[in-house]
């Protein structure tokens, strides 16, 4: 197992990495695929507005909205976000990919956003997000205007917190809700759902994702035995202090050492939040709780930019460059 300590020391963030030719498209016509496309493009990048996402602070996306793709046969990349989260909480990552060539896509989970919690801790988000990507899936590849422009060999993975959690179903793995239960102290939601002897769903796999980027899953749900299933490649990453929804950093460390064969590992010196977007200085005035890092004088502008390589980096191996 090969692992890499950095030696750099739920939402929502933008002014990202700066980006030279990435477009975007928006989804804004249907709830169920509301979100945005990322790809290369010739035209420079501006701010794209998306308005107040209820936090106190306006969010703007960097690209250039609708220009053309450029490019055949463009390797594709689906995000999935965390718990409570939104499309675009990892932009600067998605700028840097389709910077490098790479068609990317990311939707809103409906039910499980920052402003829709109708389905967040429920046991029915557990089927509800694999489903979702899979829509999106089906979309880029059969609805999409501009779907001739991807290699529908050439399909990646990118998820973060319970994001990653949910790409590790898609690739195979089963949630162990049995173990869940054993640890479960709550009389609310999904717990209170469990020792109600409520069936959790049975998860979608999708055998059309060849490589993957995991960061900071969900542990709870993950043993060895489940993570076996796993068969395609991917690069997982943890975060050395956790944070909400991942504990304290031991249940990752523990998931990373339950992964068969030997997956590309890094470890970050920082909490769960620290894998988001850089903050601008608005965001971080209204909800400090995502923008702040630990430890105090962790850069995670510095940070990004190491780790958005990294993740084209390896994708690019798994899944090929501009044009393949």
């Known amino acids: 197992m ?3 300590l950095w030696a750099l020391a739920v939402v929502l963030c933008c002014l990202g990495s700066p980006v030279q030719a990435a477009g975007i498209q928006l989804l804004q016509s249907d709830p169920a695929l509301s979100g945005a496309i990322w790809y290369p493009c010739a035209a420079e990048p501006a701010q794209v507005a998306l308005g107040s996402l209820s936090v106190g602070a306006d969010f703007d996306l960097k690209g250039a909205k609708d220009c053309p793709v450029t490019g055949a046969k463009l390797p594709l990349v689906i995000y999935s976000h965390g718990r409570g989260g939104f499309f675009g909480q990892q932009h600067d990552t998605a700028e840097a990919l389709a910077d490098a060539g790479f068609v990317v896509a990311a939707i809103n989970h409906p039910g499980d956003t920052f402003s829709d919690s109708s389905r967040r801790d429920t046991l029915s988000v557990w089927g509800s997000r694999p489903a979702d ?4 899936l089906d979309f880029l590849l059969n609805g999409w205007k501009d779907r001739a422009v991807i290699d529908p060999a050439r399909i990646g993975f990118f998820g973060f917190s319970l994001g990653g959690t949910t790409g590790l179903m898609l690739m195979g793995s089963k949630p162990d809700f049995a173990r869940v239960a ?8 999904v717990c209170a759902q469990l020792h109600n002897g409520e069936t959790p769903p049975e998860p979608v796999h999708d055998a059309r994702i060849r490589a993957a980027v995991i960061i900071d899953p969900a542990p709870t749900v993950l043993t060895r035995e489940n993570l076996a299933a796993v068969k395609v490649p991917f690069q997982f990453w943890r975060s050395q202090f956790g944070g909400p929804g991942v504990g304290d950093g031991a249940g990752n460390a523990r998931v990373a050492a339950d992964l068969p064969g030997k997956p590309d590992i890094q470890i970050v010196p920082a909490g769960h939040f620290a894998f988001l977007a850089p903050c601008s200085a608005d965001l971080a005035a209204a ?5 702040t890092d630990v430890p105090a004088g962790f850069d995670r502008a510095a940070f990004h930019r190491k ?18």
């Open 182 to 189: 054993s640890l479960c102290k709550e009389t609310t939601g």
């Open 287 to 291: 909800v400090p709780r995502i923008c």
């Open 307 to 324: 780790f958005n390589a990294t993740v084209v980096q390896f994708l690019r191996e798994q899944l090929g460059g501009r044009g393949g």
């Open 133 to 136: 990507i899979v829509r999106l």
């Open 2 to 4: 090969r692992c890499r």
